[in-house]
C-alpha cells in the first residue's frame, strides 16, 4: 500500500472506529433507559431501607458494642447506602417513573446515600456519637 493509499485509509479506519464506539454508548444510554428494578421502590424501602436504618440509628443509644456488632452495623450501613442509590431506578408499576423523574425524590435519595456513608464511617470509627449525627442534614 502507498502512502497515499495509507493517508486515504486511516482517516476513514479513524472514522469508522468512531463511529462504531458511538453506536455502541448509544445503545448502552438507550439500555440504561429501559432498565427498571424487578420489585416496586416500596419493597426495596421495606426490604433494604427500613430493615438497615433501625438497627443503625437504634445504635445510636445504645454504649456498649462487640466489634461484631460494629461489624454488623458497617454491613447494615453499606446495604443503605446501596438502598438510597437503588431508589433512583424506576420499580415495577408507572407511578415509579414519575417518582424518580422528581428531583426531590433524587435529592432525597442521594441524601439518604450520604447519611449512610456518614454511618459507615461511624461504625468503622466505632463512634457512637457518630452513629448518632449520621442521619443529620448536611
Not at 110 to 134: M, Q, T
Request: charged share 20%; net charge negative.
Amino acid at each position: 500500500m502507498n502512502s497515499i493509499s495509507r493517508a486515504v485509509h486511516k482517516p476513514v479506519l479513524t472514522l469508522v472506529a468512531l463511529l462504531f464506539l458511538l453506536g455502541g454508548c448509544i445503545q448502552q444510554a438507550s439500555q440504561q433507559e429501559e432498565f427498571r428494578l424487578p420489585i416496586s421502590i416500596n419493597e426495596a424501602m421495606a426490604s433494604l431501607i427500613n430493615h438497615s436504618a433501625d438497627p443503625i440509628w437504634v445504635a445510636a443509644w445504645k454504649n456498649s458494642r462487640s466489634d461484631e456488632d460494629w461489624r454488623e452495623l458497617e454491613h447494615l450501613a453499606r446495604q443503605l447506602q446501596v438502598g438510597g442509590a437503588l431508589i433512583t431506578i424506576p420499580g415495577t408499576g408507572p407511578v415509579y417513573t414519575m417518582w424518580t423523574g422528581r428531583t426531590e425524590w433524587v435529592e432525597y435519595a442521594e441524601e439518604l446515600s450520604a447519611a449512610a456513608g456518614r454511618a459507615v464511617n461511624a461504625a468503622r470509627s466505632k463512634d457512637v456519637e457518630l452513629i448518632a449525627r449520621a442521619g443529620e442534614l448536611s
